[in-house]
């Protein structure tokens, strides 16, 4: 019943990053790709309808991590104090900009407004990947379940550790590129003309990027963390996770190259699913390692709920999932197709 | 550890209670969204679907604000209540993780299409989203409504050896008797919010001439529908909820009604203020043996006073609960009077002449806020000193790790966050307001600013 849960926190998770991930690359180009008001206004509105319900999987998988994993919610959330907090604000920052922006006509305001939703996306994108890199380094858990890291200590992987170190920064970095991507991807797909343009362009470039951080990351991981591997040993199954990054990574540039907007961008979910199943499966059965030893070690066994909940919550989970899945495609169909400049606005304050 | 404990209540509260001046306002006006598209679809007079448009502008505001000022409500369980996370998890992670899952996803995608997708859904599929969105936001106040009902009445679980809760019946907690009658409380309190301000926003309107149809159909949907929810906030959802107090909290019920000593026939205080070291009620105005009534039917019955109970077991702030069940309750009151004598007015057609209940009306816009948020506070200072009532003391439940230092750094940002927040949503609101309804905004109140100068 805990590995079932594992999993499905893990889609959560994995669905989280997939669709929330194309808006955060969206605001983490707004500045750079979208040159007008109009265009801006383009790039918004290829988010608008969808970027609130894309941040609600983030609700969606906190509480199932909570519900699921209480022991590792709790500390977990109490030991990225800090960080989590600084998260929470920049959700609130790009929220209230996205929906804030175009309410007050007016230059000042917009560009204000534009510079608040691109930064906090960017910030939020490398926190996100700080977060990613202290679960896979592991934290210094006491023996009570609990830590409490600072920002920064000595920015190094090992011994007193901090929130930031070089290779959290390093995961920081490469979720900030992968996003950006992922981003460039939806907008290659969904606009026209110079906008979608430019934004191929940004993939094209973006995705050497990615692609060089992806191998420095694999490497430097299994050097920091060489029991990673142990994994692939007991399953080779597990091979398929990276197999899947891989293809998927190839394919965005295949598919960029000939054009295939919505295959490229099909193509990045799957890269990214691919990353992380792959962080998720090396670290099976821990879901947060301690750096303290492995008796501290947060495992599925001794962090989940209790069985007769796990059971009901499969039960409703399901259910409720199915509905997801039903309106997310609803919606998506309803808003799907390019969007242009002169496309009347259907929500006057858009 | 006592230091850091109070600034982590601190900040849930402060959090909490910025938050929930969103939700309450959305919720109301949710269902009175959804009226107003039932009657344009019925009707298909246009004005219906003018008023829903403009309505969904104020909603779209407010619901962004409480969707980014409540995300840091589900996190701070885990950020700074982490032991008792991590003891009740299994339990209300069940309620928090099926609000995200069911009511979450269903308010968002039906709010992007509602809000986005009017001209590419047509009349009968933008009925439907409004419906959802309803239904979504309303199921959403179930379960979190349900979350706290197990905190004050914990039912459908057992220890387990480890000291941590876990459910042993789901139907229990979904079904918890508390839960139902404070869900029904609670979600009268909101649709009185979104009355008030839907009737308030209608009278401005009225008063200040402008856009006066619309200002009467604001004026006639807030005020039928909210004299309803005033009457059933009264009876039977109060009543019923301070039962269940008489039943399972009595050192709280005590404390609410500044009852130090046992006594048959016990009066209720309307005014007076609790002198806690004293033991008594300074300045009472009282009515006698009504507390007996109220509570147990009979005049003469004895009612349990704060004497009875350890001082251990006593919420440790009785000021500030007895002040703010009293703010609820008596702006309650003034709210039936006022909805009532609107309701009798406009059923004799002649409130829109009426400029006194009109001022009354607009001016009273702030209080349901008021009153819903004493109502919280009542239910959450009347929980102390636990946090599972019985069960878990308030003290056990804190982040051990999270010092008070990094606790402040928090609770100022949001101080400081919030504060701009505020401002920001008072200034998009009355813009919006100011704008007005209409099918073409700038025309009409071009035509207004002509009339006006035609006068």
């Known amino acids: 019943m805990g590995t079932i849960w594992f999993c499905l926190v893990a889609i959560m998770i994995a669905g989280y990053v997939v669709l929330d991930g194309f808006d955060i690359g969206v605001g983490i180009l707004h500045l750079y790709l979208a040159r007008t008001d109009d265009e801006r206004r383009v790039l918004i509105r290829s988010i608008g309808p969808v970027w609130d319900a894309n941040e609600v999987w983030l609700l969606a998988a906190g509480g199932t991590l909570y519900f699921a994993f209480p022991a590792l919610y709790a500390a977990s959330f109490s030991g990225f104090y800090l960080p989590l907090m600084m998260v929470l604000w920049l959700l609130i920052l790009r929220g209230v900009s996205l929906e804030f922006r175009s309410h007050v006509g007016g230059h000042i305001w917009s560009v204000f407004w534009d510079a608040v939703f691109s930064l906090a996306s960017i910030l939020l994108a490398i926190f996100f990947g700080a977060a990613l890199g202290n679960v896979a380094r592991g934290v210094p858990l006491n023996a009570a379940g609990n830590f409490f890291e600072p920002l920064w200590t000595n920015f190094q992987p090992t011994g007193q550790t901090g929130i930031l170190d070089w290779y959290t920064t390093l995961i920081g970095v490469t979720a900030l590129a992968v996003l950006a991507l992922h981003g460039a991807a939806w907008l290659t797909w969904r606009t026209t003309d110079d906008l979608r343009d430019r934004a191929h362009a940004a993939a094209s470039l973006l995705w050497w990027l990615v692609a060089a951080l992806t191998i420095i990351v694999t490497f430097t991981s299994f050097r920091l963390m060489p029991f990673g591997l142990l994994s692939f040993r007991v399953h080779p199954f597990g091979f398929i996770f990276p197999m899947l990054a891989i293809a998927g990574l190839l394919a965005v540039k295949l598919f960029l190259r000939t054009g295939q907007e919505a295959a490229a961008f099909a193509a990045s979910c799957a890269y990214i699913v691919g990353m992380l199943t792959s962080v998720t499966f090396t670290l099976y059965p821990n879901v947060l390692p301690a750096t303290t030893g492995l008796a501290n070690n947060l495992t599925v066994a001794n962090a989940k709920a209790a069985d007769y909940g796990l059971k009901i919550g499969l039960v409703w989970w399901l259910i409720g999932m199915t509905l997801v899945a039903i309106y997310t495609t609803f919606t998506y169909t309803r808003f799907a197709g390019k969007i242009r400049p002169s496309d009347p606005d259907d929500h006057a304050s858009y | ?455």
């Not at chain 2, 589900?74 to 009511?103: D, H, P, R, Y």
């Not at chain 2, 790790?401 to 009355?430: D, E, K, N, P």
């Open chain 2, 1 to 455: 550890m006592e230091d850091a404990l109070t600034i982590h209540r601190l900040h849930f509260a402060f959090t909490v209670t910025f938050h929930y001046i969103f939700p309450q306002l959305t919720m109301g006006l949710a269902l009175l969204i959804f009226i107003l598209k039932s009657l344009a679809l019925r009707t298909g007079n246009e004005i219906w679907n003018d008023s829903a448009r403009f309505w969904a502008k104020i909603f779209g505001i407010s619901f962004a604000l409480g969707v980014v000022t409540g995300i840091p409500m589900e996190f701070q369980f885990g950020t700074n209540w982490s032991q008792f996370s991590k003891s009740a998890g299994g339990v209300i992670g069940q309620t928090l993780a099926m609000e995200g899952v069911f009511s979450f996803f269903l308010e968002s995608s039906f709010l992007g299409l509602f809000l986005f997708g009017e001209k590419r859904l047509g009349p009968r599929l933008h009925w439907v989203s409004s419906m959802m969105m309803f239904l979504g936001s309303w199921l959403s106040g179930y379960l979190i409504v349900l979350t706290d009902a197990w905190m004050q009445h914990p039912v459908g679980y057992h220890l387990a050896a480890n000291g941590s809760y876990e459910l042993n019946s789901f139907w229990a907690l979904l079904l918890n008797p508390w839960g139902l009658w404070q869900y029904a409380h609670t979600m009268l309190g909101a649709v009185q919010t979104g009355c008030f301000t839907m009737a308030a926003v209608g009278a401005y309107y009225i008063l200040s001439k402008q856009h006066d149809a619309f200002g009467r159909i604001f004026v006639r949907v807030g005020v039928t529908v909210g004299i309803i929810a005033a009457c059933l906030q009264l009876f039977p959802t109060g009543d019923g909820q301070g039962k269940m107090m008489a039943q399972y909290q009595r050192p709280t019920l005590a404390a609410m009604e500044g009852l130090f000593q046992t006594q048959a026939g016990a009066p209720i205080a309307i005014l007076g203020q609790p002198d806690v070291p004293k033991q008594r009620l300074d300045n009472p105005l009282t009515i006698p043996s009504a507390l007996s009534f109220l509570t147990y039917q009979k005049w003469t019955a004895t009612v349990q006073g704060l004497d009875q109970f350890p001082q251990s077991e006593w919420p440790d702030n009785i000021a500030l609960l007895y002040f703010s069940y009293h703010i609820m309750v008596g702006l309650g009151t003034i709210f039936i009077a006022i909805l009532a004598l609107a309701a009798l007015q406009l059923f004799r057609g002649k409130l829109f002449q009426s400029p006194i209940l009109l001022w009354a009306l607009m001016l009273s816009l702030p209080l349901p806020f008021i009153a819903n948020t004493a109502g919280w506070i009542t239910a959450e200072v009347g929980r102390q000193p636990w946090l599972i009532y019985g069960m878990m003391r308030t003290r056990a439940g804190v982040s051990p790790l999270v010092s008070a230092g990094s606790a402040w750094f928090t609770l100022l940002g949001f101080l400081g966050m919030y504060t701009i927040l505020g401002m920001l949503f008072l200034f998009l609101v009355y813009r919006e307001i100011e704008h007005g309804p209409g099918p073409d905004n700038s025309s009409a109140a071009l035509a207004t600013a002509t009339a006006a100068a035609a006068d």
